[in-house]
């Protein structure tokens, strides 16, 4: 039970960390800011653990997952936004990202809650968890800091796109559970290469997405939806340099 | 005369209505009659189309520009999975947009669209034309296409088809419009909900998102299409 709620936490947080950090690196978010915007993604986590019940019956039933696949959009495209130092699409970002991550665990640690013996593990796994994503999240700050002076923002703009570009093959899953989406059999293997339940497969999934036996469907929708959100972020960041010469 | 045009178009379609309707993937993007002058743009879309028998996943990207105030052309690049689950080349298409009518000078906006595709590596060929029309009511609008569509070619059968678009949407934000779309072609009828979102940028620089659920309503059989689209015009 320890276990399993320390990687819960860390599968479930980390992710939040990373983008949120990755985001506050490109517009310089002030901490107050940055509190109302983890404050709002945690009250919309909430209301949407609430109204899970409703939502679900929507659509034939397929509704949880339709509204999922919907956040995911909103991460990238809210992200691709965030990359012109729009401020409010960065908090959107943020706090969808919350929903979609929180959500689940919210779900998990009401669920065991109750439970007599099951608590207190719980209790442990979870500061282990928030321990790790704190220490991991300071790191990765500085590590954006550094990216930062030396490469300037193309380093961080590259980064996000890995990073929002991961929650389009969440689309990818999920339309494939409600039947929507048909994910190709063949599945390329690179578990030799770095397995995905190891420190490094778990960082990397919550940074890029990464898979150790990704789909070709899925390779394909990465790289296409990653050369496109590049491109734009580029054009976007040329246009602006531009006006700043003139 | 560019009104006539339009309306004899639209009753020539109207005529071939009555034999055929499109084939093949009938969901995709519900143009709206404006270009921008000097515009240029970078498009992606993606289309998933699960039926019973199977899924056809395709992409495409193309890049744009205007060629005078009122006319726009854009070369897409169409890739699709085949059967082995690999994804390829599928085709290349070239589209010519065009503004018939200065935006909110009639009653209604005008726009047409002359599109030509060619399959990879097979002998086919499909042409479309057909006119597009936006109509705006209080913070809502109505868009509607409708395309006449002709293919041929040694791989495969000559003919005449027809496909119709329809877009409702309500501009609560700019960034965030629920829409409802339907779409009509050869034995589909699909309809399903959808947002649009717009941000504009500084000078004419804009981004536009497009995602949409649309599920076959005349027939009893599976038939879902997921679709997302992503234009960023500079």
Not at chain 1, 137 to 166: Q, R, V
Not at chain 1, 201 to 225: D, I, N, Q
Request: aromatic share 12%; glycine share 8%; net charge negative.
């Amino acid at each position: 039970m320890l276990i399993t709620s320390l990687l819960m936490s860390i599968n479930q947080l980390l992710p939040v960390v990373i983008l949120c950090l990755l985001l506050n690196g490109l517009v310089d978010l002030t901490r107050k800011q940055l509190l109302v915007i983890l404050g709002s993604g945690i009250v919309c986590s909430f209301a949407y653990v609430q109204s899970a019940a409703i939502v679900s019956q929507l659509f034939e039933h397929r509704g949880l997952e339709f509204t999922q696949i919907m956040v995911c959009c909103i991460i990238f495209i809210a992200s691709l936004l965030a990359c012109n130092q729009q401020k409010w699409a960065a908090s959107v970002a943020i706090i969808s990202a919350m929903v979609l991550y929180l959500s689940h665990y919210i779900i998990y640690i009401v669920g065991f809650w109750q439970a007599k013996e099951a608590a207190e593990p719980l209790l442990i796994g979870t500061l282990l968890g928030v321990g790790i994503c704190f220490s991991f999240g300071t790191l990765f700050y500085f590590l954006l800091e550094t990216l930062k002076t030396h490469f300037g923002d193309n380093s961080l703009h590259i980064l996000l796109a890995s990073n929002a570009t991961a929650k389009l093959l969440i689309v990818i899953d999920l339309a494939s559970q409600i039947d929507v989406l048909d994910i190709t059999t063949r599945y390329v293997d690179w578990r030799g290469f770095i397995a995905e339940n190891s420190e490094l497969g778990r960082v990397l999934k919550a940074l890029m997405g990464y898979e150790a036996t990704p789909s070709l469907t899925a390779l394909w929708v990465y790289t296409a939806a990653f050369s496109v959100f590049v491109l734009v972020c580029l054009l976007i960041g040329k246009k602006s340099q531009f006006k700043e010469t003139l | 005369m560019r009104f006539i045009s339009v309306i004899l178009l639209g009753v020539l379609l109207n005529l071939v209505n009555t034999h055929a309707y499109a084939d093949g993937i009938v969901v995709d993007k519900v143009y709206h009659p404006y270009v921008l002058p000097f515009e240029r743009e970078l498009e992606w879309r993606i289309v998933s189309h699960q039926t019973g028998s199977g899924n056809i996943l395709a992409q495409r990207i193309g890049l744009g520009s205007a060629i005078n105030d009122t006319m726009s052309l854009e070369g897409y690049i169409i890739g699709e999975r085949d059967d082995n689950g690999d994804f390829g080349l599928a085709g290349y298409e070239v589209e010519l947009r065009w503004q018939l009518v200065e935006q909110g000078r009639l009653w209604a906006d005008w726009g047409a669209l002359f599109e030509l595709e060619k399959h990879h590596n097979s002998d086919v060929y499909e042409a479309t034309t057909g006119f597009l029309w936006e109509k705006e009511f209080g913070k809502s609008s109505l868009t509607m296409n409708a395309f006449l569509v002709y293919e041929w070619g040694g791989d495969i059968k000559n003919e005449w088809e027809s496909e119709y678009r329809a877009q409702y949407r309500y501009r609560y934000r700019s960034e965030f419009q629920p829409a409802l779309e339907l779409f009509v072609g050869e034995d589909f009828f699909g309809v399903g909900p959808g947002f649009i979102g717009l941000h504009r940028f500084n000078g004419q620089r804009q981004l536009k998102w497009e995602v949409g659920f649309i599920t076959e309503i005349s027939q009893s059989e599976k038939n879902h299409s997921f679709r997302l689209a992503l234009e960023f015009e500079f």
